[in-house]
Each structure stands twice: as C-alpha cells, then as structure tokens.
C-alpha cells in the first residue's frame, strides 16, 4: 500500500498508454489516491510490480499515491471521479463497459479526436451513453506525455458547461508546476484537439520534402483559421482557438518529433505507405482516422478547409504530398482576414 499520505478524493484514470500514465503520475504528485487502470490484465500487473510503464513511459517513476489495478468494476466503485483517456475510436465502448457501474462520478475525458464514422464530437457520444446532463468535463492542451511524466512545466485547459466540474477537476491537476485553466466551450476545445492532428501530418510531410520553415509557419498558421471557421460552424468560440486548445496545441504538434502525428508525415513524405508509417510510430496516430472525419465535417457544413482536405486526399486518396502541395499553392489569391 502507499507509503505518502494521500488527501482528497480518489480519481481513476482508465487507460494505461503513455498519455493516461503521464496524467496519472501528475494526479498522484499532490498527493491524492490514483487509480491507474488498462485493457492488459498482464501489462498493469507488470507496471504495478515495477512502478513504472516501461512500455510507454519509461524513466518515469510512478509516486506512492498510483495504484495500478486491472479490475475494472473495483476501479470505477472505488473512484469519486473518473478520467477516460483511450484513443477516441475506443471511448464509446469504454463508456458502455462503465456506464453500469457508475455511482454519480463525474467524468472527464483527455481523448482528442471524433468518432470514426459519424464524424460526432466526443461529448455527444457521452450523451448517447450517459446522458446529456451527465457531469463531464474535456481535458486538453500542448501536453507530451514525456514531459508530463518528468514534471516539467506544463498546462493544460479543462472545459465544462458546468463550471464547478471545471475547477475541480482542475484542482486534481493543478500542482508542481503543472497549470490547469478552465473555460467553458467544450466544443471549441474538442475542435482544437482534433483538428491539430491532421494539421500535424501535415506539416510532418511538409519537412519531410525539405519545403522549408515558411512553409512550416504558412501550414499552422492557415491551420489555425481553419481550425477557427470549423469551430464555429459546430458552436465553439473563435477565441477559444487562440488558447491552449487551439494554437498552443496547434504549434506543440507540428513542430516537435514527439508528436506521433508530426513523425506519421515524415514518415509519409519519405516514401512509406500508410502501414509501414503506422508501424513505424508503435501507437495509435489519431489524426490518420481523425482527417477523414474532419473532412467529413468541413464538407457537411460548408466549411473552407483546403489544407485538411488535401492532407485528407494523401492519407485516404493515395494523392502524391508534391501534387498536394501544388494544389495548396495554386489556390485563388484572396484577403486574409474575413
């Protein structure tokens, strides 16, 4: 059992990868109780042993308030609250397994990404689950897992309808140099935290054909618009898309090799077909599932998103990243703002 006296609610983290782990050695650092919980009976029994992802986060030792347990229904009755981060393909699934089992948690979710198929955002499919009112807050920001894991600076922004759902989960993170914001426009931030990923292969293409720095810069800052104009037509606010979410995200994913999105564009752009690149990364690459859905969305609802749709066309379409760029820039001369 822990050696630290811990304080405060228990929070359980469902899902075991590398981001997942990282939150939970933060909510653990205050100290409070943590849960850590994964699909792999055997992998959680192994980083129970050894204190530590070896696998996901090594050289991350985990705080004596993280408790790694692979029985789901003990989890989730033992928690106050609840934290699902699992690849946004799996969050629905996830959700049925809980939804039976809940006593009145409140939930938060740091998947960043839409449902594959329908394109929904992921706070509508927690309605289809658990209920419109249900309590829920969304958890996002320039956040790589590594850096989380080592403590070093970092924040984050933690949306909610409910405000009070905000702060406390806020609160939870908030500590040793971590920083945790709250707002409100949980679409805007679903919308950011989606959007960067395709923006990020993207200009991961872009460096892998040696297009330059102005390049780099045209990319995530026309990205940043497009991100804007989507945002707004789903009901999110433009100015949430000048935050954490949105252009701090947004510059964190385009331009470190940390980013598994960014390495998925070098990957593409230095001869590899989808499934080497995929192989290459070892983990889930959202914004390959993710471009599809965005550009679902654009078209859907008249939105103006050349970058995307032509990110889209590599990925889904087998487009050449050269033909792609050439398109980019032979677009109509236009005003900028407006």
Sequence with gaps: MNNEQTSGPCVAMLGAGSYGTALAIQLARKPQRTLLWGRNREAIEAIAGARVNERYLPGCPFP?????????????????????????????????MIAPMLKGQRLACAA?????????????????????DYPLAFISGPTFAKEVGQGLPTAVTIASRDEKVAEDFAAYFHHS?????????????????????????GTG???????????????????????MRLSEALGGRRDTMMGLAGMGDLVLTCTDNQSRNRRFGL?????KDLDEAQEEIGQVVEGVRVAAEVWRLAQDHQVEMPICEQIYKVIHEGMSPLLA?????????KAELG
């Design 64 to 96: 004596d308030a993280l408790e790694p347990m692979a029985d789901l229904d003990q989890v989730v009755d033992q928690s106050d609250d609840i934290i699902l981060n699992v690849p946004s393909h799996g969050i629905r699934e996830l959700l049925d």
């Design 205 to 227: 293409i872009a460096d892998g054909l040696q297009a330059g720095a102005n390049t780099r810069a045209l990319l995530i800052t026309r990205g940043l618009a497009e991100m």
């Design 267 to 271: 990957a593409l752009a230095a001869g």
């Design 112 to 132: 960043k990404g839409l449902e594959p198929g329908t394109g929904r955002l992921l706070h509508e499919v927690f309605a289809d689950v658990v209920g419109a």
């Design 177 to 201: 140099g971590f920083r945790a914001y709250t707002q409100t426009d949980i679409i805007g931030v679903q919308v950011g935290g989606a959007v960067k990923n395709v923006l990020a292969i």
């Design 325 to 333: 760029a050439k398109v980019l820039v032979g677009r109509p001369q």
